[in-house]
């Protein structure tokens, strides 16, 4: 081994044990399933030969109460509720089961004499519906699609098949789109406004170039909170361009709490990474190109679009990647400044997780997110290409 | 009287307000066909003629007229002049074809005309299989056929070549230099070609401007040029000179008197010198000096009595550089092998034909 590569070993291990462990085991749990599995073993593997189409038979009934049984006596032996973690991972499948599996392993522990069917039927009804035993079996891991259906809408039902969910629990497909078409304003903005800027820092000599420059920059040392503060500092409704308004007769206004508030913000924030790269191209660009071009015929739009947008495009096209990537994972500007309609991937993310403690969607949300970030990536290097400008 | 193609009238182009001109009052007839070359050393105003020429500079005041139109205001992309710059600027995003198709397909011409043209156009400066490849795979010379073609390749009445062999080493650049001219005589198209090495302007060019300033001092061809220089900037730019500095003893017409600084006095023809008492430079060219191991008066009449400092063997001739009077110093070339050497620091004497001198104003 060479000694560069020994050298930056310490910062692979840290990246490692800090970066890739944690975010790869999280998303693991995006794709399997180990909750209900110690819980319900036996009526686990007793559910794998079932059709999924009628009430399982007895033996998967007498499997569930051992199942139950056993479990509640560890509980009761370790102090570890496995019982409601399972059910809680259940409900999340099928509304209902927070209470049901608690409930029903409480009432089997007494002794059930003749058939264990009927005695769990007579607990209750639920246990009839196939669907229920569905849940047990599409949670029984250790891999498992059902968060991963979920977060693209979709569900598996006790057969197998996959559909859709009632458009009333149809969340996810509406917030990645909605995510995509932020960012794709934003994305869109930021290039509008920030073309000019650039290309005046580019042409730009000396003093001026460095002061645009640092203007440009300036957002970067001020914390992302900071500035989302800033803005709701300034449009809340007895803010500072209310109370501006209102000098005037006009408004209040609602400018916070709307999908303005939020793509004004990220666009503010997120203009530097569009502009540095197009500053960077247009510096590359000889400007004996443009030239030669209009010597040749070419009249200053057709010198656009054959010669200088072609020539700037990876530029282009970096600033655009890097804006719209990092505008698919905002998460406090939305937060802050947006309403309930607002909301991107990352807010859901952060919900699953820390409130709603469904580490499994969450995980599965972060995988989508990942996803659609690699696709953006690979759809830009199939179009742009990944190499320097006039590299053939 | 030939026809004129491109006139400049009192062209001036100056920098900023009360900056340094660039041009002064320029005045120049671009005749159709010819190759018209701007010669001058770097900020001389060659390449801000051409500029202006092209389009990419406005001059302060004058007019320049092509084909008796005024265009010195026209954008550049609706004056149809061919420019090949001095680093080529091919376009690197596109195949050779494309670049020498780029002035035809902005100008509407179909793809079947264009693609016949083009290849032509590559046949002409034998670049007959390099359609397909990007200009970053050719060499630099091959580069710069390209960057020909495709200024040629739409017919323009004039096409401008700014340095265009500066960045080629220095076989590749004479092999272009005849490629060039070779091309302007079959084609017959108008060149103006901005250099600022005098060799080069003197194998390609009907006529040369010699720029010094952002004035023009001497506009002839390359013969008259070399051989009648209008004053001492050009006698001493185009082609080696010895510029000896004297002072006019006695002007009669033509023919003057000079009594040079290291002494001996020397016949010359007037040029641009003033009258007796005026100091000057006289202008004799190295090759037209002979030498010999001998003494002045052996020599004959006119000889002056030199010592031979050093000879340099340069293969196909010999540079000697003498001493003459008080501190003189004479170059003199001639051919290798002729005639025996005389012994460095032995007696020698330097004599050189009527005519050979020329007396020129030394205010520059």
């Not at chain 1, 991937?345 to 820390?354: D, M």
């Not at chain 2, 092209?54 to 149809?80: K, Q, V």
């Not at chain 2, 272009?176 to 390609?204: C, F, K, N, P, S």
């Not at chain 2, 550089?321 to 003199?332: M, Q």
Request: hydrophobic share 50%; glycine share 10%.
């Amino acid at each position: 081994m060479n000694r560069p590569a020994l050298l930056t070993a310490p910062l692979l291990l840290f990246l490692l044990i800090t970066f890739v462990a944690p975010i790869g085991a999280f998303l693991w749990r995006g794709v399997t399933d180990a909750e209900v599995a110690p819980v319900l073993p036996r009526t686990v593997a007793a559910l794998v030969s079932w059709d999924g189409a009628a009430t399982p038979d007895e033996a998967a009934f007498a499997a569930l109460v051992a199942d139950l049984r056993d479990a509640r006596a560890r509980d009761r032996e370790t102090g570890i509720g496995s019982i409601p973690r399972a059910a809680a991972r259940l409900n999340a499948d099928r509304p209902g089961f927070r209470g049901l599996l608690p409930m029903t392993a409480r009432r089997v522990e007494a002794s059930i004499e003749g058939s264990m069917r009927d005695a769990v039927l007579a607990i209750s009804e639920e246990w009839r519906d196939a669907e229920t035993w569905g849940a047990i079996r599409r949670a029984g891991g250790p891999l498992s699609a059902f968060h991963g259906l979920m977060a693209l809408d979709l569900r598996q039902d006790a057969a197998g098949s996959i559909r859709a969910v009632p458009d009333d629990q149809a969340v996810f497909r509406a917030v990645l789109m909605r995510s995509l078409w932020i960012s794709l304003t934003v994305t869109a903005a930021c290039l509008l406004l920030g073309w000019p800027i650039a290309w005046m820092i580019a042409t730009a000599k000396g003093l001026p170039a460095t002061l645009l420059l640092a203007a440009v920059m300036l957002p970067f040392w001020i914390s992302l909170i900071v500035r989302t503060a800033a803005w709701m500092v300034l449009l809340q409704r007895e803010g500072v361009v209310n109370a501006a308004l209102g000098a005037v007769g006009v408004g209040p206004l609602a400018l916070m709490m709307n999908r303005f508030a939020v793509v004004l913000a990220m666009v503010h924030i997120l203009l530097p990474f569009m502009v540095l790269p197009l500053v960077a191209a247009f510096r590359g660009l000889d400007p004996r190109l443009p030239r030669a071009a209009a010597s040749l015929g070419a009249a200053p739009w057709r010198v656009f679009l054959r010669v200088t947008l072609p020539l700037c495009l990876p530029g282009i096209g970096a600033g655009c990647v890097l804006v719209f990537i990092q505008a698919l994972g905002f998460y406090v500007t939305p937060a802050l400044l947006g309403g309930p309609n607002d909301q991107m991937l990352a807010w859901f993310v952060g919900f699953y997780a820390t409130r709603s403690v469904n580490w499994g969607l969450a995980a599965a949300l972060s995988v989508m997110l990942l996803a659609a970030v690699g696709l953006c990536v690979a759809l830009y290097g199939k179009l742009a290409g990944f190499r320097r400008p006039g590299a053939a | 009287m030939t026809d004129t193609l491109v006139r400049f009238e009192g062209v001036r182009k100056t920098y900023g307000t009360g900056g340094a001109a660039a041009v002064v009052g320029l005045d120049l007839d671009i005749a159709r066909g010819e190759l018209m070359t701007l010669l001058g050393p770097s900020g001389s105003g060659k390449t801000t003629t051409l500029m202006m020429l092209a389009g990419f500079e406005m001059p302060s005041a004058g007019r320049i007229l092509l084909e008796g139109r005024d265009i010195a205001h026209t954008a550049p992309h609706r004056r149809g002049i061919g420019v090949v710059f001095q680093s080529y600027a091919l376009f690197p995003h596109m195949t050779v074809a494309e670049n020498v198709g780029f002035p035809l397909s902005v100008r509407g011409v179909g793809r079947a005309d264009r693609d016949a043209r083009v290849a032509k156009a590559l046949a002409m400066v034998r670049l007959d299989g390099y359609a397909d490849r990007r200009p970053l795979q050719l060499s630099g010379g091959q580069q710069q056929r390209v960057a020909l073609a495709r200024a040629l390749v739409f017919e323009p009445p004039i096409v401008l070549l700014d340095e265009p062999l500066g960045a080629l080493d220095k076989a590749l650049r004479e092999e272009m230099q005849l490629e060039i001219r070779h091309i302007h005589q079959r084609l017959g198209v108008t060149m103006m070609y901005v250099t600022h090495d005098q060799a080069e302007a003197l194998t390609l060019s009907d006529r040369i401007a010699v720029f010094e300033g952002g004035r023009i001092r001497q506009v002839a061809d390359p013969k008259r040029l070399y051989d009648r220089p209008a004053d001492a900037f050009v006698a001493g730019f185009v082609g080696e000179n010895n510029l000896l500095p004297g002072m006019i003893e006695a002007r009669d017409g033509e023919d003057c008197t000079v009594r040079l600084r290291c002494g001996p006095v020397v016949e010359a023809q007037a040029v641009d010198c003033g009258g007796v008492g005026q100091s000057c430079l006289v202008a004799i060219r190295p090759e037209r000096i002979a030498v010999a191991g001998v003494t002045a008066s052996d020599l004959g009449e006119g000889a002056l009595p030199a010592t031979l400092q050093e000879a340099i063997f340069l293969g196909d001739y010999v540079r000697l550089r003498l001493s003459v009077g008080d501190g003189g110093d004479i170059l003199v070339k001639r051919p290798a092998g002729i005639g025996a050497l005389p012994e460095p620091g032995g007696p020698a004497a330097i004599a050189w034909p009527e005519g050979a001198a020329f007396a020129f104003s030394d205010a520059v």
